[in-house]
């Protein structure tokens, strides 16, 4: 009897019969007709643990096991490191927020509690309360203070820097808007917030029920009830949005808490509050709250209960106004809300609670990081729903209303750079909408430049008058959209000039984009512009019929149309009534008036040189280069006039000594003539 030996094949498990002798690395399974004997290129799944064949160089995250079906390996998120660069593989649905890189060693995302030391660079992560400066560094064992400034340095916070948006809860800063609490999914469906999935469903089949039958819906619950009450569409998107885990868990968030998890339906408070016995449960959460427990879930819940009804009578004063005991308990409202959220920031128990309602949702999109991120934005998000009050003021031209809201703001006590980011926010969209103008110009200066730059401006305006009300003087968003506009509009002056000529025109619309400006370096360059635009007018204007005068007084005397005395007599009697009369203007500075007299100056000089060496009329060649020599300012004619004078001055001297030796001569030879005809009539 022949004797067989069994051998398992590693990929399915199937026994085959090996005669003695045989390799079993030369042989194949009579099942999967694998090779009995794994490859090195061969992988075991990792939740059945069957082996399967893969060719070499082959990527076993793109296959799944032969037999159970799950990945051979699990895909890995590249996350770099934004510090050094190194790439760090994390599983899906690790928060990059909770690890540091294996290179660096600094936090693959920043956040407020992250800080380098000072000396070695090792980064550190603090507990909220914990003092850097009563800490040593764990490498080099300095202290971690910070180093104290170098003289003559000044360190700048940015507030960007202390606030990365990698930190931010985008679901959070999306739903901030004063329809927080009228949209919340919990007050539309009113059920509470540790719903299950089947209480869900059978609110969902009661409110279809009631949608077939034509019944007006009941309200099992008065808790805040919603007036005018929610349609059938309103709660179907409110079902919708309980399927995210992300926007319910802000609903959850902004809503009331029961004190232990699982017993909405249980709550004294609650229950009495379903009831619409408002006064009631709030004393009960303010005895309890009073207590400060572990979770402080009374605070929470009056936090959102006065919360809710300061914004209940911001959105009911926009259809009437209100009383003055309404608005007392308006502001009432704001400032018990506010503190008690504020409050709430420091305590380590209430989002304790709120992590483990993140740990009850079981779902890869909420990680615990997620309780740090709420945290965090939280502040961002209360001023962004007053940001977009005093927005909606702004655009009525309310600014009292703005008044008010910045106010509730301010006393919020929250940092000033979270109130200043929360305004620039929004009014972001604004500051986008003056791009989009200052575009439009842009393209339309090409056709028409005055045109698109009185558009620019109208259309303009009222952005500049929101921006100016909602943000503070020397906001970057504020200045440079100021600025913006005010070099869009010079630029199609600019536009309009060059081709044209025409002076006049941007001379008035410049006046307008000055005060337009807000930093000095643009406003300087309007001011080089305008000063440019008023030369240009002023010599168009005023300089260039001089210069056209001077220039064809010189020609007809070149030309021998006329002599050069009368032209002379022209310049002395009428040009220069006109270059005097450009002096006495007050509205033109002494520069434009250098240059016309230069220009005189000159026409004068030909005139003289003309007399001096064609005409041999030395005298009123001195004239008119005396008269040149007063009205030159310009220090080279000046010099050359100068020599000119002296030229003309001894041609002048030596033609009236010629004249009196002339004369002189005579006299002498009449008196020798008239002594000899006294001598003849004598004899």
């Known amino acids: 009897?022949?004797?067989?030996?069994?051998?398992?094949?590693?990929?399915?498990?199937?026994?085959?019969?090996?005669?003695?002798?045989?390799?079993?690395?030369?042989?194949?399974?009579?099942?999967?007709?694998?090779?009995?004997?794994?490859?090195?290129?061969?992988?075991?799944?990792?939740?059945?643990?069957?082996?399967?064949?893969?060719?070499?160089?082959?990527?076993?995250?793109?296959?799944?096991?032969?037999?159970?079906?799950?990945?051979?390996?699990?895909?890995?998120?590249?996350?770099?490191?934004?510090?050094?660069?190194?790439?760090?593989?994390?599983?899906?649905?690790?928060?990059?927020?909770?690890?540091?890189?294996?290179?660096?060693?600094?936090?693959?995302?920043?956040?407020?509690?992250?800080?380098?030391?000072?000396?070695?660079?090792?980064?550190?992560?603090?507990?909220?309360?914990?003092?850097?400066?009563?800490?040593?560094?764990?490498?080099?064992?300095?202290?971690?203070?910070?180093?104290?400034?170098?003289?003559?340095?000044?360190?700048?916070?940015?507030?960007?820097?202390?606030?990365?948006?990698?930190?931010?809860?985008?679901?959070?800063?999306?739903?901030?808007?004063?329809?927080?609490?009228?949209?919340?999914?919990?007050?539309?469906?009113?059920?509470?917030?540790?719903?299950?999935?089947?209480?869900?469903?059978?609110?969902?089949?009661?409110?279809?029920?009631?949608?077939?039958?034509?019944?007006?819906?009941?309200?099992?619950?008065?808790?805040?009830?919603?007036?005018?009450?929610?349609?059938?569409?309103?709660?179907?998107?409110?079902?919708?949005?309980?399927?995210?885990?992300?926007?319910?868990?802000?609903?959850?968030?902004?809503?009331?808490?029961?004190?232990?998890?699982?017993?909405?339906?249980?709550?004294?408070?609650?229950?009495?509050?379903?009831?619409?016995?408002?006064?009631?449960?709030?004393?009960?959460?303010?005895?309890?709250?009073?207590?400060?427990?572990?979770?402080?879930?009374?605070?929470?819940?009056?936090?959102?209960?006065?919360?809710?009804?300061?914004?209940?009578?911001?959105?009911?004063?926009?259809?009437?106004?209100?009383?003055?005991?309404?608005?007392?308990?308006?502001?009432?409202?704001?400032?018990?809300?506010?503190?008690?959220?504020?409050?709430?920031?420091?305590?380590?128990?209430?989002w304790s609670r709120l992590t483990a309602r993140i740990r009850d949702f079981d779902d890869p999109r909420l990680t615990t990081g997620t309780a740090r991120k709420i945290r965090s934005s939280l502040p961002l998000a209360l001023l962004l729903i007053n940001a977009q009050l005093a927005l909606q003021a702004a655009k009525n031209e309310d600014v009292s209303e703005v008044n008010r809201q910045l106010n509730i703001m301010k006393i919020s006590g929250f940092n000033r750079d979270i109130i200043e980011e929360a305004l620039r926010r929004k009014a972001e969209p604004t500051r986008e909408q003056i791009k989009i103008l200052c575009k439009k110009a842009e393209e339309g200066a090409k056709e028409n430049p005055i045109k698109a730059q009185r558009q620019l401006i109208e259309q303009t305006s009222p952005l500049l008058i929101i921006l100016d009300t909602l943000l503070p003087l020397g906001s970057p968003t504020r200045d440079g959209a100021h600025d913006q506009i005010a070099l869009q509009a010079l630029s199609c002056l600019v536009a309009f000039t060059n081709p044209t000529d025409n002076w006049q025109v941007p001379l008035d619309q410049i006046k307008e984009i000055l005060p337009l400006a807000t930093s000095e370096s643009v406003r300087k360059k309007i001011r080089d512009n305008m000063e440019i635009i008023n030369n240009n007018f002023i010599y168009q204007k005023f300089i260039d019929p001089i210069y056209v005068q001077c220039r064809n007084t010189v020609s007809k005397m070149n030309e021998g149309q006329s002599g050069p005395a009368q032209q002379l007599y022209y310049l002395r009697d009428h040009v220069r009534k006109s270059l005097y009369a450009l002096k006495e203007r007050s509205d033109i500075t002494t520069e434009p008036y250098k240059v016309a007299s230069n220009i005189v100056a000159g026409a004068f000089r030909e005139i003289s040189l003309y007399l001096n060496n064609n005409s041999k009329n030395y005298s009123l060649a001195y004239e008119a280069i005396t008269l040149a020599s007063v009205i030159c300012c310009d220090a080279e004619l000046s010099e050359r006039i100068k020599k000119d004078v002296e030229t003309i001055k001894s041609n002048k001297d030596s033609e009236e000594y010629y004249e009196k030796q002339k004369k002189s001569s005579t006299g002498s030879v009449l008196s020798k003539l008239a002594k000899k005809s006294w001598s003849w009539l004598s004899s």
């Open 1 to 350: 009897m022949t004797n067989y030996n069994r051998f398992s094949c590693p990929h399915c498990g199937n026994y085959n019969r090996l005669d003695p002798g045989q390799d079993p690395s030369q042989l194949n399974c009579g099942i999967c007709h694998n090779s009995l004997v794994p490859k090195p290129s061969d992988l075991k799944c990792p939740s059945c643990g069957v082996l399967n064949c893969l060719q070499p160089g082959q990527d076993p995250s793109k296959f799944i096991c032969s037999k159970c079906k799950s990945p051979l390996a699990p895909k890995l998120v590249n996350f770099i490191c934004p510090h050094c660069g190194t790439g760090v593989n994390l599983q899906p649905g690790e928060d990059p927020s909770e690890f540091y890189c294996s290179g660096c060693h600094k936090p693959l995302v920043p956040t407020l509690f992250d800080f380098p030391c000072p000396h070695c660079g090792r980064y550190y992560r603090l507990k909220p309360g914990q003092d850097r400066r009563e800490l040593n560094c764990g490498i080099c064992h300095n202290s971690l203070a910070p180093k104290p400034a170098e003289e003559g340095t000044v360190t700048i916070i940015s507030a960007e820097k202390e606030r990365p948006d990698a930190f931010e809860f985008k679901p959070l800063l999306e739903a901030a808007r004063p329809e927080l609490y009228r949209l919340n999914v919990f007050r539309i469906t009113e059920l509470p917030v540790d719903s299950t999935q089947r209480d869900i469903q059978r609110q969902v089949e009661k409110i279809q029920m009631e949608e077939r039958l034509g019944v007006r819906r009941s309200s099992f619950s008065r808790l805040l009830v919603l007036n005018p009450p929610p349609d059938i569409y309103m709660f179907q998107e409110a079902i919708q949005r309980l399927n995210d885990p992300e926007r319910r868990l802000i609903d959850e968030f902004f809503w009331f808490w029961p004190h232990q998890l699982g017993q909405g339906r249980a709550d004294t408070a609650l229950l009495v509050l379903s009831e619409g016995n408002i006064k009631k449960a709030a004393e009960m959460w303010i005895k309890q709250e009073n207590y400060y427990s572990e979770n402080n879930v009374s605070m929470h819940n009056m936090a959102v209960l006065y919360h809710a009804a300061a914004l209940d009578l911001e959105t009911s004063n926009n259809s009437k106004p209100l009383s003055e005991e309404n608005i007392k308990i308006r502001n009432l409202y704001w400032e018990s809300a506010f503190r008690r959220w504020k409050t709430l920031m420091d305590h380590e128990g209430f």
